[in-house]
């Protein structure tokens, strides 16, 4: 069951729910106008956000922001009446879903092609059902790598990361609530043969990351964090992709090496880390 959770007077935001892949959706809230970050998996998932906001009297939305193209974040952008904004990146990535079915069959050829996941076919089938009416819709007003929206008495400004995640990724910082919504920026790559890190990108997307002065980090498949709890995923990802580069993606030397840093037997979410930092540093040979 999903709840909206009030953080601040300016932002609440919708809890996610694994089985149909659905993410965080938030709204923050302006003296003029607010927006919605994120549009949901589906046009239902997108509508029950609107009626939880409409129950606690909070500001409908006018503006809608996409932190990347990936389906569960994007696909209920066409039961929305509303401004939509996104990276070119993204449009140009949804540009590309326009001509895809959605039936059964499709999903299924395109993850034999390598097109799709079947983490996220399965998903699709268990969030519509067998009817599947599903529009790929376009945002709007697109943007190269910054951008900032004035709601009234409370600023957003929205920055392309990118990352191993997706390319496109882009971050919602709030700045007077100190609020970064990370979207899944910091997560893994998905779309490939072998779920990856790279060392690059991991690197240069915690420093775009550290640019912004919050204090709550929101991520999309999980739920807001302390400052601290942020810090220790940075750290583990810093950590490990240095240990990567350092012994050429050579697995008992990481963890070896980790071990010594740590002082004690690794855990199975930093074995997992180092698994998918040595399968990006095969990707980039």
């Known amino acids: 069951m999903q709840t909206l959770v009030k953080i601040s007077k300016r932002f609440w935001y919708q809890t996610p729910v694994s089985e149909t892949d659905r993410p965080i959706l938030g709204v923050v809230i302006g003296d003029k106008r607010s927006l919605m970050i994120d549009a949901g998996n589906s ?160 690197l240069q997307l915690l420093d775009n990351i550290d640019q912004f002065d919050a204090e709550i980090y929101i991520l999309s498949h999980w739920k807001p964090v302390s400052q601290e709890e942020y810090q220790q995923e940075a750290n583990l990802l810093r950590r490990v992709a240095r240990l990567t580069e350092r012994f050429a993606g050579k697995n008992e030397e990481i963890v070896k090496a980790y071990q010594a840093i740590v002082k004690r037997d690794l855990n199975e979410d930093e074995l997992e880390v180092i698994e998918y930092f040595i399968n990006g540093y095969e990707v980039e040979r």
């Open 43 to 202: 046009e239902e998932h997108a509508k029950y956000f609107l009626r939880e906001l409409e129950k606690n009297n909070i500001l409908q939305p006018s503006i809608v922001v996409l932190t990347h193209w990936h389906w569960d974040h994007t696909f209920g952008l066409s039961g929305l009446d509303m401004i939509s904004i996104a990276s070119s990146r993204t449009k140009k990535e949804l540009e590309k879903q326009v001509p895809f079915e959605w039936n059964d069959a499709a999903l299924d050829e395109r993850v034999k092609a390598g097109v799709e996941i079947e983490f996220c076919a399965n998903a699709i089938k268990k969030e519509y059902g067998r009817e599947r009416n599903i529009t790929i819709t376009l945002p709007e007003i697109t943007f190269e790598t910054k951008m900032e929206i004035d709601l009234g008495g409370v600023t957003c400004q929205l920055q392309h990361v990118g990352g191993d995640h997706a390319q496109d990724s882009v971050i919602v910082y709030v700045k007077e609530e100190k609020i970064l919504f990370l979207g899944d920026a910091i997560y893994a790559n998905l779309y490939s043969s072998k779920r990856n890190h790279t060392v690059k990108r991991t």
